[in-house]
Structures are given as C-alpha cells and as structure tokens.
C-alpha cells in the first residue's frame, strides 16, 4: 500500500490535507478498496461545524454503505459535487479526489491523526 506522506490518517480511513485556509478530507485507497464500486456520495451539508468524529456524510457502493466522519472539529466549507455524478473517482484515484473540505477549528489537531506510515501499520 503506496500512502502519500503529506497528509495524515484517521483510524476511521479519511485522510486530511492542508490546502492553504482549509484542510481536504477524503477516504484511503485501502478504505475504497473495502468498498468496492462506489455509487452515491452524499449527504454532506456546508456551513455545519463538526467536532472530530461526527458524522460529514456518507458514501455507498454496490457492497455497503459507509459513514465519513470529520477527521478533525472545524465547519464544512464545500463538498466536491462532481462526486454526485462521478462517485467512481474515489476509486479511480482516491489520493487526489477530496469529498469534502472544512475551515479547522484549530490545524495542529491534525498532529493528533495517523502518519502514512502509522496507518499503513495499523491497516496491513
């Protein structure tokens, strides 16, 4: 399992990237991998505030269903509305396809989530 290193992990298989002001939240490959053939991502709501494992919303594939939860406390800013019609991007590349971004509460909560190298332990 190939990680990017400039991010970092929740347990619950989202990944958090800074991106100047807001941090991009997306699930693992690992995570899309478990899920097989995604075709809904949804039910994310901007400008609601999260703490740190609420649930953001949910993606469903032809498997199951599964919740996204916030990695980090802060407000939803956007959601990446292309996944409403093309939900198999996350597939298709997991590491460059955000679901949603967030205005942190407080960055360095990030410190708190897994390395690439941490969650590539917990998850072989």
Same mark, same amino acid.
């Given at each position: 399992?190939?990680?990017?290193?400039?991010?970092?992990?929740?347990?619950?298989?989202?990944?958090? $990237?800074?991106? +100047?002001?807001?941090? $991009?939240?997306?699930? #693992?490959?690992?995570?899309? /991998?478990?899920? +097989? &053939?995604?075709?809904?991502? %949804?039910?994310?709501?901007? %400008?609601?505030? $999260?703490?740190? %494992?609420? !649930?953001?919303? *949910? *993606? @469903?594939?032809? =498997?199951?269903?599964? &919740?996204?939860?916030?990695?980090?406390?802060? #407000?939803?800013t956007a959601f990446?509305?292309? !996944? /409403?019609?093309?939900? %198999? /991007? $996350?597939? /298709? =590349?997991?590491?460059?396809?955000?679901?949603?971004?967030?205005?942190?509460?407080? *960055?360095?909560?990030?410190?708190? !989530? !897994?390395?690439? @190298?941490?969650?590539?332990?917990?998850? #072989?």
């Amino acid at each position: 399992m190939q990680l990017p290193t400039d991010r970092r992990y929740a347990s619950s298989h989202e990944w958090a $990237l800074v991106e +100047g002001d807001e941090v $991009l939240v997306g699930i #693992t490959d690992f995570a899309q /991998e478990q899920l +097989g &053939d995604l075709v809904f991502v %949804g039910d994310f709501k901007t %400008g609601v505030h $999260l703490a740190a %494992g609420d !649930l953001a919303g *949910v *993606v @469903e594939s032809v =498997k199951a269903a599964s &919740d996204i939860y916030a990695p980090i406390a802060g #407000t939803v800013t956007a959601f990446n509305e292309q !996944l /409403e019609a093309e939900p %198999g /991007e $996350l597939n /298709e =590349k997991p590491y460059e396809s955000w679901i949603f971004k967030m205005k942190a509460d407080n *960055v360095a909560d990030l410190e708190q !989530l !897994l390395s690439a @190298e941490q969650y590539q332990k917990e998850n #072989t």
